[in-house]
């Protein structure tokens, strides 16, 4: 396994890297735009902004029922004060009518809230649905080189944890900001029309809850981007070691692996500490501040009754007001910092969906009728996107319709990044590749791949049944046509020796070997049946008996087909009508298996070099 040599928020260094490597890491960013971050975010729920309206709205009446209450608190205190003092009778139909309004009052208030929470819960699950989706139809505009330099779990964070902080802090940060700022500005104005001098006391104690506030948001803003960042990183880790945690077995990796985790983990548990705990501050501060404005509240609303200046239920209104005032504070600012992360959460999503797509193909022709198979690379230049790098310096080649074309040479010679450029999962810098006198350049993608079937070294097999496998994006693919392939490779047997047959789901349970992963991926390509056909080393991982068998259903599937096959044995492609010689990126030799022998070059010598490891061995 490599060991990381980056550090969360930094460049990874470049590994040096041939024709046939894999990029470097995902990057950290720099500081963020948060602002413009939840700009972004609130022009993303556009469509959703009727729902978001009458949430408000819901929010604000809900808010200002609750404000009416304890000024009618403070009518029926005043009453009952009244009526208790000696020669004065209990007025019971106000104090009666006083407080039905007040249970109204506050079921309306009730109702309005619940309304509220059910509306912006309803928009953010839309809200999570579109930006789901939108990262999952991203992931298919993207170009192959952007993944050669982000890890798997990294784009896994964006799609879950990140989109689920957006999520959360729409559905509740949003909606508490709303209500306790109309909270605290509505606390306000009753205080100020029930009495100046009280609203004043309440305002200096409450003043420095905001200056601790704004100290700790302040502060608390770069632990929450750090936390995100951290996050993607260790999943990303996680990822990697899982994938390969039979590489990490055999080298005995563990250690190695677990320092590693624990290294990553220690940062992410400091940086969600740090936020984290700023955040949880915030209650107590606040807390405080609230008993203070009660204290101050009664200090002075007592000596101010006393001197008849004010009534005692002024003194029992301001006490709910102070709480209405203090309150928000803290919903305030605990709305802040997960708006904070969310907003962290929200460039990391962004970052994403504005990364640089594929060009536009809508202009492009969408079919090739009838293809024959003549694929034409005329002076073909190619370098990696993130590197200045040339890997393919002037590769010039010809293969006939129905040909079997070779391509051989050592490691990162740019034998598999010549096929990439076949299929347009890489872009050419200079020249042109043809099929069938058409530039691949004038073709969309969708349909340079439908003339491609492809058997890779590197398996692939998604969960699900071995007929959803087989006949995987190939409709109306009939039982007898999906069988006699799986019988040409030598799989039938095995498959029907499974408990469901060809319906047995692929998944933990159903051990395959990496032959028989290989043969089910070559019989799914002869059941494709394209024009052409790439295999890339495609019997590397199976005994020579079936590689033999293997062989011969190929002989099948090749006839009449251009054919591109990679291979390292070249033992296996003496039949090969042409073969093409790579090294360095470049073509040094070509012609046929006997003519190559007779040149005496640098093919004779890999090929009699196989025999001499052979009789070494």
């Known amino acids: 396994m490599e060991k990381n040599e980056y550090e969360v928020g930094q460049m990874k260094q470049p590994r040096a890297r041939g024709p046939m490597g894999r990029g470097r890491n995902m990057t950290g960013e720099k500081a963020k735009d948060l602002t ?29 029922c609750t404000l009416i209450g304890p000024d009618k608190l403070s009518d029926m205190t005043d009453t009952i004060t009244a009526g208790i003092m000696p020669g004065t009778q209990m007025d019971m139909d106000k104090i009666l009518h006083i407080g039905l309004f007040l249970v109204v009052l506050y ?88 009495d100046v001098r009280m609203t004043l006391t309440a305002v200096v104690a409450s003043l420095l809850g905001f200056v601790i506030m704004f100290t700790i948001m302040g502060k608390s803003q770069k632990f929450f981007i750090r936390q995100q960042r951290h996050l993607g990183a260790i999943n990303g880790h996680i990822e990697e070691i899982y994938a390969g945690h039979t590489v990490v077995k055999a080298y005995n990796g563990e250690d190695e692996a677990q320092a590693k985790f624990d290294e990553m983990n220690e940062k992410l548990c400091e940086s969600g500490f740090k936020a984290q705990c700023m955040s949880g501050m915030m209650m107590p501060i606040m807390s405080f501040i609230g ?25 029992v209104a301001f006490m709910m007001y102070v709480r209405y005032f203090t309150q928000p504070l803290s919903q305030i600012a605990q709305a802040l910092q997960s708006l904070q992360s969310a907003g962290a959460a929200g460039e ?186 790439i295999l890339d080393e495609a019997t590397s991982s199976v005994d020579t008996r079936t590689e033999q068998q293997i062989q011969r259903a190929m002989d099948l599937l090749m006839e009449n087909r251009t054919s591109f096959v990679i291979a390292h044995r070249l033992s296996t492609i003496k039949d090969a009508d042409l073969i093409l010689v790579m090294k360095d990126g470049d073509i040094i030799e070509s012609g046929t298996h006997q003519s190559l022998l007779a040149q005496n070059g640098f093919y004779a010598e890999l090929y009699n070099s196989q025999f001499d490891i052979l009789e070494t061995a």
């Open 36 to 64: 413009g971050t939840w700009k972004k975010l609130l022009l993303y729920c556009k469509e959703y902004q009727i729902i978001f309206i009458i949430a408000i709205l819901c929010a604000i009446v809900g808010t200002v």
């Open 291 to 315: 008993n203070l404005g009660y204290v101050a509240v009664c200090v002075v609303g007592g000596a101010l009754a006393l001197h008849d200046s004010i009534s005692f239920g002024v003194i």
């Open 348 to 533: 990391r999503v962004f970052e994403f969906l504005e990364a640089k797509e594929m060009e536009d193909e809508s202009g492009k022709r969408k079919a090739l009728p009838n293809c024959k198979g003549e694929v034409v690379f005329d002076h073909v230049k190619f370098g990696y996107e993130d590197s200045d790098k040339t890997i393919i310096h002037d590769f010039s080649a010809v293969a006939k319709p129905g040909q079997k074309v070779a391509i051989v040479g050592p490691t990162g010679a740019g034998k598999t990044t010549m096929v990439n450029l076949l299929m347009r999962f890489h872009e050419i810098q200079g020249g042109r590749i043809l099929i069938d006198g058409i530039p691949t350049s004038e073709l969309t993608r969708e349909t340079v791949h439908e003339q491609f079937c492809m058997v890779l070294q590197d398996t692939w097999l998604f969960e699900g049944t071995v007929r959803e496998n087989l006949i995987y994006c190939n409709e109306g693919v009939s039982e007898e046509k999906m069988k006699k392939a799986c019988s040409a490779v030598g799989l039938d047997h095995f498959i029907r020796t499974l408990p469901k047959g060809y319906d047995t789901v692929l998944n933990d349970q159903v051990n395959l070997s990496q032959g028989q992963k290989q043969q089910l991926t070559i019989a799914r390509a002869m059941i494709a049946d394209k024009p052409m056909l």
């Open 107 to 194: 079921v309306i208030s009730y109702v309005l809230s619940s309304l509220q929470g059910f509306l912006m819960a309803t928009m953010t699950q839309k809200v999570s649905r579109k930006m789901r989706s939108a990262i999952s139809d991203k992931i298919n505009r993207l170009p192959m080189w952007y993944y050669n330099t982000t890890t798997t779990g990294d784009v896994l964070s964006r799609v879950t944890n990140d989109v689920d902080t957006i999520a959360q802090s729409l559905n509740q940060s949003i909606g508490t900001m709303i209500t306790a700022v109309i909270l605290l500005v509505g606390s306000l104005f009753m205080m100020l029309i029930t």
